[in-house]
Nanobody
């Protein structure tokens, strides 16, 4: 069992920045593909960004050029740098770790973009 603990959410004004962190309790963290998902009220959970064990990343079209996913295998941590935030980025953000067939989720962290 892998525990994922997210942090870094909060309230930010439009145009502002936040950095989310997700710490994993696994000695084989480097083997996991990691992802950030989000779920806004009344909407389905959607993939925001993902990074493979080899460091390749991909992004949802809505966040390309504004968000950056990265990982530090020495710290068992994945990050999501969010810049130029918009009100439509408001959601609960979840960290995901996948190493087939294993699949784990964090508890989520709220991000609210509002003036």
């Amino acid at each position: 069992q892998v525990q994922l603990v997210e942090s870094g959410g909060g309230l930010v004004q439009p145009g502002g920045s936040l950095r989310l962190s997700c710490a994993a309790s696994s000695s084989i963290f480097s083997l996991y593909a990691m992802g950030w998902y989000r779920q806004a009220p009344g909407k389905q959970r959607e993939l925001v960004a993902a990074i493979t064990s080899g460091g390749d990343s991909n992004y949802a079209d809505s966040v390309k050029g504004r968000f950056t996913i990265s990982r530090d295998n020495a710290k068992n941590t994945v990050y999501l740098q969010m810049d130029s935030l918009k009100p439509e980025d408001t959601a609960v953000y979840y960290c995901n770790a996948r190493y087939t067939p294993r699949n784990y989720w964090g508890q989520g962290t709220q991000v609210t973009v509002s003036s």
